[in-house]
């Protein structure tokens, strides 16, 4: 399995990944108050950046080949988990900056990048094999407008900005993103099974 995904994962988007959104958290650290709406952008990125471990373009070969649809999905989830893993840590490392709810914002990549895993999962599941692209450009384009424009930060708070501000809801919406990803797995279980042929 793990020669698998080091074959077949994109090491080099996920590389470009962690390290703008490195370069995202770090701005925000040095000033939160002017540039917090980067956050949101890097939530959008980590998660933008995961999707491109389930593009399979030569899907239409690999389906027929004896490993399954959920055998190769496994695999390349070793691509997310290494990418999340740096993500924590750069939360961790410039918690300075973020205005004492470091373990909030590290929440919200991996609920959104849980939730987007899930879509490109599903997708796939569905015969798409290269769901990534509409997918990363939707995510990234709606953190960063939400996290500019903050259009519903009177009902609903996406990326809660300031020490005052309302985590508590932010936390409880991100925790929806998760678990409506994974309810959008389990909906299609059974399908997804059958097109892996049980591998």
Do not use: N
Request: proline share 6%; charged share 10%; glycine share 14%.
């Amino acid at each position: 399995m793990i020669r698998h995904a080091v074959r077949a994962l994109p090491w080099g988007v996920l590389a470009v990944g962690a390290v703008v959104l490195t370069g995202l958290l770090v701005l925000v650290q040095r000033w939160p108050w002017t540039l917090w709406p980067l956050e949101g952008g890097a939530v959008g990125l980590v998660s933008a950046s995961a999707v491109w471990c389930f593009d399979e373009p030569l899907a239409a070969v690999v389906d027929t080949l004896p490993r399954g649809l959920a055998w190769r999905t496994a695999a390349r989830s070793l691509g997310v988990v290494v990418l999340l893993v740096v993500w924590v840590g750069v939360v961790a490392w410039t918690r300075s900056g973020l205005f004492g709810h470091a373990p909030d914002v590290a929440w919200q990549g991996v609920a959104a990048t849980v939730g987007a895993g899930a879509l490109a999962t599903w997708r796939r599941s569905g015969g798409v094999g290269s769901p990534a692209r509409p997918i990363a450009a939707a995510l990234v384009a709606v953190c960063l407008f939400v996290a500019l424009a903050r259009p519903f930060e009177e009902q609903l708070t996406v990326f809660p900005y300031g020490p005052g501000a309302d985590w508590a809801g932010g936390r409880l919406l991100w925790t929806v993103v998760a678990l409506a990803g994974v309810a959008l797995l389990a909906s299609r279980g059974t399908a997804y099974l059958h097109r892996s042929g049980g591998g």
